[in-house]
């Protein structure tokens, strides 16, 4: 044991506030970043899609589609997969189909993780046999039994409106018609890892 009266207190003192400086610096990152989040700013997170306020559980909603073939959308699904919606304004065409079929070129872009992104489309679909046939190709093809997706669904003739849905069945975001394609698809990359 040193006996206390041979050491000098300014440098005790030196030596406290020294420790306290490196435990600072150690502590500054963390509460800047506290700081930071409860003000709710977040890193270059900026996704395209506008936010779907209040946030919807379209599973607990009990939101029913039913497909071509009577059976109920699953939104609960068993393996972590999102859900890309396309609800369909009136009379879809051209500008609807080139629409979905960039979203159905969007999910072969994923390559390996395109299984991890389902397609769902809600509406009438295009009168063309041709473009119905290859619809069916990428695209489960229902209907809103309720209309419950009522506010979602552009009003202008042949356009579409998208819905990002997480595999628990909480919507994410919302693309409304005419949104940015190549936006879309930077925003799955970032959800689909």
């Not at 975001?173 to 689909?192: K, N, W």
């Amino acid at each position: 044991m040193i006996p206390m009266n041979n050491v000098d207190p300014s440098k005790v003192r030196r030596n406290r506030i020294y420790l306290l400086l490196i435990a600072l610096v150690f502590a500054a990152p963390m509460i800047v970043a506290a700081l930071l989040t409860s003000t709710g700013w977040q890193p270059g997170v900026k996704g395209n899609g506008l936010p779907i306020t209040p946030q919807r559980n379209f599973a607990d909603e009990h939101l029913q589609v039913k497909l071509e073939n009577d059976q109920s959308w699953p939104w609960k699904d068993s393996e972590p997969r999102l859900t890309l919606i396309a609800i369909a304004g009136p009379d879809c065409a051209t500008r609807c189909f080139d629409a979905l079929t960039g979203l159905a070129k969007a999910r072969v872009m994923l390559n390996n993780n395109q299984s991890r992104l389902r397609l769902l489309y809600l509406g009438a679909p295009p009168a063309d046999a041709t473009r119905l046939t290859a619809m069916k190709t990428f695209w489960a093809l229902g209907n809103d039994v309720d209309n419950k997706l009522v506010d979602y669904r552009p009003t202008a003739p042949d356009s579409v409106s998208v819905i990002l849905v997480e595999s628990d069945g909480i919507a994410l975001a919302r693309y409304p018609a005419g949104f940015d394609g190549p936006g879309l698809l930077r925003d799955l990359r970032q959800v689909i890892k």
